[in-house]
């Protein structure tokens, strides 16, 4: 009698673990498929001709349309130089942004110096300007260097960002711990040595968050390189998908995305990548036993 008493309400919360933790995938597989389809139709419009974003109901079957598609690409726009010209510089900009705001970032956490605070509140108060305010001065600024369309214009004022010092400081300053960095100058470590082997190792889950927000950001960048830009060469890829759009016969829908297709597939891959760096540093601790 005492062993069934026992035994039976043992059961119910196994049945309510199951049935939550089954409830959690569901969701979890459904929020997946949503986030997925809008890149499954862009596939599938691309993958057919140029009515098909018409059909109704929309068609969900993938087409034997899309190298006829992306041939017509090619013939508009130099797509793959436009996808090179972008990949070198985000990937440059990337690095300068994420190595200088570590820099920062860890000055910021772990120094003390004149005026930290006030500098680091004059950091935190560029985030409130609005960045349609700093194109004409910047322009003006290229243009007195003889920048103007070249990937300098580019790459150059966007080394460092207010926000990725912030992010940098704010992770260091709870995840690097002074026991660590007391622990490297007593065995005789400098300064940028206790920041690379110390610093660096504990915060990289941080350095490649801000790395993929980056990347991504730059990657779809199209109002300042349309500003500094003028040579079709030197044209990155969200300029050469603008081209796309101007065509007098009405727009080709399949066409643009297979082009759009082709041009997400860097980011998607960079993403994939990057985060489950993200995922492994975060279960990896600074200290090992």
């Known amino acids: 009698m005492s062993s069934s008493s026992w035994s039976q309400p043992s059961k119910a919360p196994g049945g309510a673990g199951i049935f939550g933790k089954t409830a959690f995938y569901v969701l979890l597989i459904a929020g997946a498929l949503i986030s997925i389809f809008p890149f499954y139709w862009m596939f599938v419009i691309a993958t057919n001709d140029r009515g098909a974003v018409f059909h109704i109901p929309p068609l969900l079957t993938i087409g034997g349309e899309f190298f006829n598609n992306f041939q017509r690409v090619l013939e508009r726009t130099d797509f793959f130089q436009a996808l090179l010209n972008s990949l070198f510089v985000s990937s440059m900009v990337t690095v300068s942004v994420v190595f200088f705001c570590t820099l920062a970032g860890y000055a910021f956490a772990k120094y003390e110096f004149p005026f930290k605070n006030a500098l ?3 950091v935190i108060a560029t985030l409130f300007v609005p960045s349609q305010l700093s194109v ?31 992010w940098m400081r704010q992770y260091a300053a709870t995840a690097v711990h002074s026991e660590l960095i007391e622990s490297g100058r007593i065995d005789g470590g400098g300064h940028f040595r206790i920041f690379w ?9 941080a350095m490649a968050t801000l790395g993929i927000l980056n990347f ?13 830009l003028k040579n079709s060469e030197h044209f990155t ?12 016969d009405g727009l080709d829908y399949g066409m643009i995305m297979s082009a759009t297709f082709t041009a997400t597939l860097p980011l998607l891959i960079v993403f994939l990548l990057f985060s489950r760096w993200v995922i492994a540093g975060l279960t990896s601790g600074a200290v090992k036993s």
């Open 136 to 166: 004409l001065p910047t322009y003006i600024i290229m243009a007195k260097l003889q920048w103007i369309d070249t990937y300098r214009a580019l790459i150059v004022p966007a080394m460092v960002n207010a926000f990725g010092i912030f």
């Open 216 to 228: 991504m950001n730059v990657w779809n960048d199209f109002f300042w390189p349309l500003v500094v």
């Open 120 to 122: 680091f509140y004059f």
């Open 237 to 248: 890829i969200q300029i050469a998908l603008q081209q796309l759009f101007a065509n007098r």
């Open 197 to 205: 082997n110390i610093a660096v190792p504990v915060i990289t889950p």
